[in-house]
């Protein structure tokens, strides 16, 4: 059995007042959330202030990106290493937001999965088609291609010690979520192709779904089969929402 798992991502939204607000009310009401593990991934200035009121809590923090590099003369960017310092759990890798506007291709989308690996940090690894692909029919030919630069590192192993994040583009911030059974036959297509390198990974592995998930239709997504939890973007910004959508895993 995989324990469901529900991650924010709040990308760079909220100012100090707003973050202590939705910390104090996701601190309120975890109690209420008895099945899913739960994480927020907060932009890098607020990780310390997640630290600080999430400590000893159920809920774990994180980033939403990292360097490939462990230090040096890399303006700008924050090592797996820094955020490890400040507790994280997880990273986010390769959302299509970082794909899109900073060029990630496969290739440093699977050195960052490692990095994180290196620092101590558990990978949430997205993947997902965008509308035209959707279209063009090529939507396997995508997400396996996005996939297989991190399952075919090894045996399967390196990917086993991530959670993969199944996002399609078109359903990001579009309040257009994929239906149900949509998104079940792409999470039985990622977990057939790592069953086919490794089944042990494949059967243990968390795919999480995210695109435009809320508490209305977290419990019919997660009732799938291969829906071990969501990413949640903009409803993970109000406190009330984004433990709606993890009590949607009881
Ligand atoms: C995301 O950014 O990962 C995401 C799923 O966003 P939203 O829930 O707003 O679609």
């Known amino acids: 059995m995989r324990q469901p798992f529900v991650a924010g991502n709040w990308k760079m939204n909220g100012s100090l007042d707003s973050v202590n607000t939705l910390l104090d009310g996701i601190k309120a009401g975890i109690g209420e959330v008895k099945e899913a593990e739960v994480a927020v991934c907060a932009p890098f200035v607020f990780i ?39 507790g994280c759990r997880y990273v986010i890798i390769g959302h299509s937001e970082r794909r899109t506007y900073h060029h990630e291709s496969d290739d440093l989308v699977a050195a960052k999965f490692q990095a994180a690996l290196k620092a101590g940090l558990i990978p949430i690894f997205c993947i997902g088609e965008t509308l035209e692909q959707r279209e063009g029919g090529i939507t396997e030919e995508v997400v396996g291609r996005q996939l297989d630069a991190v399952l075919n590192l090894d045996d399967g192993a390196t990917l086993g010690r991530g959670v993969i994040a199944y996002e399609p583009v078109w359903a990001i911030g579009t309040g257009k979520t994929a239906s149900p059974e949509q998104a079940q036959d792409v999470h039985a297509f990622i977990r057939n192709r790592v069953a086919g390198k490794n089944g042990a990974v494949a059967e243990k592995i968390r795919i999480l779904y995210g695109g435009s998930m809320k508490p209305g239709n977290a419990a019919e997504l997660m009732a799938k089969p291969d829906i071990d939890g969501g990413l949640i973007g903009g409803a993970a910004l109000q406190a009330e929402d984004f433990l709606g959508i993890c009590t949607a895993a009881n």
Do not use: C, I, R
């Not at 994180?62 to 290493?81: F, P």
């Open 48 to 86: 310390p202030k997640a630290q600080q009121k999430l400590n000893g809590s159920p809920v774990a923090w994180g980033g939403q990106d990292l360097s490939v590099h462990d230090a040096g003369a890399y303006t700008g960017e924050t090592a797996g290493s820094m955020l490890k310092d400040f």
